[in-house]
């Protein structure tokens, strides 16, 4: 069966630090990747997606990057965090158009 | 681009209320429907969807929604709720676009059930 890991769980992080999170999938291939976040009062918002290694599309300008250096591994990162990046943070994969997402489990990133 | 509206953010009720929960999206063209649900503490899950076909689609634990093509609406419905019913509610548009098939959220409802 296919499963969604995703890491830290929190993690507080001072302003200016670097950022890594991973998410990796099981269980599939070629799976369609992507990483949103959830802000208090905001819902959720699209970040990042990928339909293949190296292929990367950013819907919202922001201060985060996203890398995809293996099939089922999807980065989100940061070179220098900002208040305004607290967060929590889901990743999410799907296999095709219109059957929706699986999510992981998340991450809570305060920004002090 | 897309955008889909949830215009209750918190909705209290009483248990065996009847729960109606809106959502209207932005985009004339083919889209399939999720509702989401995250309980407290909880994954994200999927509560149902509509692809094509009968527009009154049902999901898990009693909770149904109808697809109203002329008013791009995909309202929530439960007859009944139950104190566990208590969570966040997300709607979900997919708009067929080339290569991935990206999902739009709302911005949720919290529903609140009072035993």
């Known amino acids: 069966s296919q499963t969604i890991h995703q890491w830290p769980a929190t993690l507080v992080q001072p302003v200016g630090s670097p950022l890594s999170l991973e998410c990796t999938v099981e269980?599939?291939?070629?799976?369609?990747l992507y990483w949103y976040r959830q802000a208090a009062g905001r819902g959720l918002q699209l970040l990042f997606y990928?339909?293949?290694?190296?292929?990367i599309s950013s819907e919202v300008p922001q201060n985060l990057s996203a890398s995809r250096p293996q099939d089922r591994q999807f980065i989100l990162s940061s070179k220098k965090l900002l208040l305004s990046d607290s967060g929590f943070y889901l990743c999410?994969?799907?296999?095709?158009?219109?059957?929706?997402?699986?999510f992981g489990s998340g991450t809570r990133l305060t920004v002090v | 681009a897309q955008s889909v509206s949830q215009h209750n953010h918190h909705v209290i009720l009483s248990e065996a209320a009847s729960l109606e929960l809106g959502c209207n999206y932005s985009?004339?063209?083919?889209?399939?429907l999720f509702w989401y649900v995250q309980y407290p503490g909880q994954h994200l899950q999927l509560l149902l969807k509509?692809?094509?076909?009968?527009?009154l689609v049902k999901g898990i634990k009693g909770f149904e929604a109808e697809f109203i093509k002329s008013k791009f609406s995909f309202n929530l419905r439960k007859p009944s709720v139950q104190w566990s019913d208590t969570a966040e509610y997300f709607c979900?548009?997919?708009?067929?676009?080339?290569?991935?098939?990206?999902?739009?959220f709302g911005t949720g409802t919290r529903l609140t059930v009072i035993p």
């Open positions: 999410a994969w799907s296999v095709g158009p219109g059957l929706g997402y699986t």
């Open positions: 269980g599939t291939s070629n799976p369609n």
């Open positions: 990928s339909v293949g290694i190296g292929q």
């Open positions: 985009y004339g063209g083919t889209v399939n």
């Open positions: 509509y692809f094509s076909g009968d527009p």
């Open positions: 979900a548009v997919n708009a067929f676009q080339t290569g991935a098939n990206n999902l739009f």
